[in-house]
């Protein structure tokens, strides 16, 4: 035992020295980041990046990063890496800072601020496009395998109200790391494109990445002032009805069946509403359903009309837009 004490406490004093290294105090001074730049690597994204501060005091600890953005949108959260990917829109300008933290339960230290920013991009004041709206629609394509479906994106805005009349407006979409340039506009009247078509495009209609837009423009007379938007997909993918709606009338029982839309998504994943209209009353029945057959109990002297549409339940997706209604079905009592 008096062998074995000094051991026990060199140990123990080992173990507090580590300790007291790895926590945060008044001794240790943290220094900025250096060299943060912002590049845009895309439409509507860009990439920060930073180094240490070589003259930072090295210590057993782990330091970590604060990233705040300061606009268009402000946010702010915290990484290991020394560089971060940022999803926004740019021709607001885009500003971002980052700091050095050192962080316990119980206290934080951080150094000073870095900052770098991306001024708007040049352009007269009300030359943009406005109320730029996207939507996309599922097609089946019976030709491929490897992708049986394929996403159509169909866009619409108005022309800048300061806009010169000889303004051309061009569109550009991203999702992921694909990025493609409209090839089908519509025109006014004066020739200015004022929407755009794509019948294919690489959006995947299950996918969860944002869909960025950009429309850019020129003029003889002036700097056309870009515009960009992201869109979340369940909130402008438009949904087909239901397939193959029948319609049956037993007795006073009314058998109402149909099939899942054309769509990515699989059976389990679409919430449906089923509207009997009674054509006699006028009394309309909507019912909201997860399988894809209804029965109902009828007045038997009395003609219907039945319509089904349907969603993307939200097991499967963000809550988004209804389908159409399906075409309407007629049965029941006719003289």
Not at 160 to 176: I, N, V
Not at 262 to 288: M, T, W
Request: net charge negative; aromatic share 10%.
């Amino acid at each position: 035992m008096i062998i074995m004490a000094p051991v026990l406490l060199i140990l123990l004093g080992a173990t507090e020295i580590l300790q007291a290294d790895l926590l945060p105090d008044d001794k240790i001074s943290l220094l900025p980041p250096v060299n943060f730049t912002i590049k845009v690597t895309g439409l509507a994204q860009v990439l920060l990046r930073w180094e240490p501060n070589p003259d930072q005091e090295q210590r057993n600890v782990n330091l970590e990063y604060q990233v705040k953005i300061n606009a268009p949108k402000e946010d702010d959260y915290e990484t290991r890496i020394t560089e971060s990917k940022c999803v926004t829109i740019l021709h607001k300008g885009f500003s971002a800072s980052v700091r050095t933290i050192l962080q316990n339960d119980h206290s934080l230290l951080a150094s000073s601020w870095a900052s770098a920013e991306l001024h708007a991009p040049p352009g007269s004041p009300g030359t943009s496009v406005v109320n730029l709206t996207c939507t996309t629609n599922t097609t089946a394509d019976n030709y491929s395998h490897l992708r049986p479906y394929q996403v159509s994106l169909h866009c619409t805005w108005l022309v800048g109200t300061d806009a010169p009349e000889d303004t051309q407006y061009f569109l550009y979409y991203r999702y992921g790391s694909w990025t493609e340039e409209c090839q089908e506009y519509s025109k006014d009247s004066t020739g200015r494109n004022i929407a755009c078509w794509f019948p294919r495009t690489f959006i995947h209609s299950r996918g969860r990445d944002r869909l960025a837009v950009l429309v850019n423009g020129s003029s003889k007379h002036s700097a056309i002032k870009p515009f960009d938007q992201l869109f979340a997909l369940h909130a402008i993918d438009q949904i087909n009805p239901p397939l193959n709606v029948t319609a049956e009338i037993e007795g006073t029982r009314l058998s109402i069946q149909w099939e899942k839309p054309v769509s990515a998504f699989p059976i389990h994943c679409f919430d449906y509403e089923v509207k009997i209209h009674n054509a006699r009353n006028g009394y309309l029945q909507i019912e909201k359903m997860m399988t894809n057959a209804f029965i109902s109990i009828i007045d038997d002297l009395s003609k219907y009309d039945v319509q089904v549409r349907a969603a993307v339940s939200s097991m499967c997706r963000e809550a988004g837009l209804w389908s159409e209604w399906s075409q309407p079905i007629y049965v029941g009592f006719s003289r």
